[in-house]
Structure formats: C-alpha cells, structure tokens
C-alpha cells in the first residue's frame, strides 16, 4: 500500500508564508507527477500546482508569482512553499502523486489526507 502524508498546515496571518510538505511511502518504484489541491468552504477542490518527473510545473493563475511547488526524489517528497498568503488562500491542502508500485505496473492515482490552511487577521 502507499501512504501519501501531508504536514506544515496551519494558522498565519495574511502576508506570512507556510511551507507544505508531502511525503510518499511503502510499495513505490516510481513516482511521476506529483501535485497540490485545495478546497475552500463553498468552493470546487481546484488545482494549485503540479511538478512532473522531469521537474516540470504548472501553476494556477491565483497563486502564480506567490507559491513555490518542489520535489526531492530521493526522499519522495512534494513541497509547496507559500508566500505572501491571502484570506482566500484559506482551505484544506491535498497531495496528489501519479505512482507506480512495481516494474511493469501501470501507475495509480493517490491522495493525501489533506492539511487545513487559515490565513487570517
């Protein structure tokens, strides 16, 4: 089974910054795209940005210029470096990764649990 584990959420204020990581573990032999969402009350889950194997990324126009999305392979992990936070940078986060468990295998799509962002005053 693989297990993908959100941290770095939390409470700051509007202008501050956060740093969300995300790590993969157990059955993994590669791992392809990996990326951010988030969900806001009332709202759509929406795409925040993504980071291909080949470090390739992709931003929504909301966050361009402010978020930061990274990967270390070797540790499996996905980061997004937030700054200059908003208000309506407010939901919950989830980790996304494209995997694949074994050689020959197609890869799976898998999620995080989620981590709770509030940008508030």
């Known amino acids: 089974q693989v297990q993908l584990v959100e941290s770095g959420g939390g409470l700051v204020q509007p202008g501050g910054s956060l740093r969300l990581s995300c790590t993969a573990s157990?059955?993994?032999?590669?791992?392809?795209?990996m990326g951010w969402y988030r969900q806001a009350p009332g709202k759509q889950r929406e795409l925040v940005a993504t980071i291909t194997s080949s470090s390739s990324t992709n931003y929504a126009n909301s966050v361009k210029g402010r978020f930061t999305i990274s990967r270390d392979n070797a540790k499996n992990t996905v980061y997004l470096q937030m700054n200059s936070l908003k208000p309506e940078d407010t939901a919950v986060y989830y980790c996304n990764a494209d995997i694949a468990t074994h050689w020959g295998a197609f890869s799976g799509d898998y999620w995080g649990q989620g981590t709770q962002v509030i940008v508030s005053s």
């Open positions: 157990g059955s993994i032999f590669s791992i392809y795209t």
